[in-house]
């Protein structure tokens, strides 16, 4: 018995070393990060969700000349962040030219941005489209910005916005 004791112990021993690894080898849905530019390491490029690349962007600027009549369109959209979600980095709005900012979200919540990523220059690849966002999303949307009771309270209405689902984000 005593001998079964001391081998059992001394295979989970090897076997616990034999795992013992320090390097860590992150999943390919993990956040990666490389340099934007190999000579200046300090600006860095994240990469969120599915693989995106850089080809065949569309600006913000042009986006609804691209969707035409249509009520959604798979597009890469080039952008700077306005505002992200102050809880979890669960939705960003990106500045729009015409001045109504496009709320993103991120594709079954698979992922998240810094909550201090706004300003940065973005790439997303998604799907534009026109829907109502209903008052309760708002306002939600709203709380997790951190606006006031007050400007939550304020809305009112349902609005019919362009809104854009990301499966995969670079955030410069």
């Not at 999943?27 to 065949?56: C, F, H, M, R």
Request: net charge negative.
């Amino acid at each position: 018995m005593k001998k079964i004791i001391v081998f059992a112990s001394l295979m989970a021993f090897l076997y616990s070393c034999g795992n013992s690894n320090n390097s860590h080898t992150p999943s390919s849905d993990s956040l990666q990060t490389v340099p934007a530019d190999k000579t200046n390491a300090i600006e860095s490029v994240q990469y969120y969700g599915e693989k995106v690349n850089e080809d065949s962007v569309v600006s913000i600027a042009d986006l609804k000349a691209h969707m035409g009549n249509n009520k959604e369109l798979k597009v890469k959209l080039r952008g700077e962040i306005e505002a992200v979600c102050q809880k979890k980095g669960c939705w960003m709005k990106l500045r729009n030219p015409d001045g109504e900012a496009i709320h993103v979200t991120f594709k079954d919540y698979a992922f998240f941005i810094p909550t201090d990523a706004a300003g940065r220059s973005v790439i997303v690849e998604g799907i534009a489209k026109i829907e109502e966002t209903s008052i309760a999303d708002q306002q939600e949307y709203a709380r997790d910005g951190n606006k006031t009771k007050e400007e939550v309270a304020a809305i009112k209405q349902p609005k019919t916005e362009l809104v854009f689902e990301a499966s995969g984000v670079i955030v410069k």
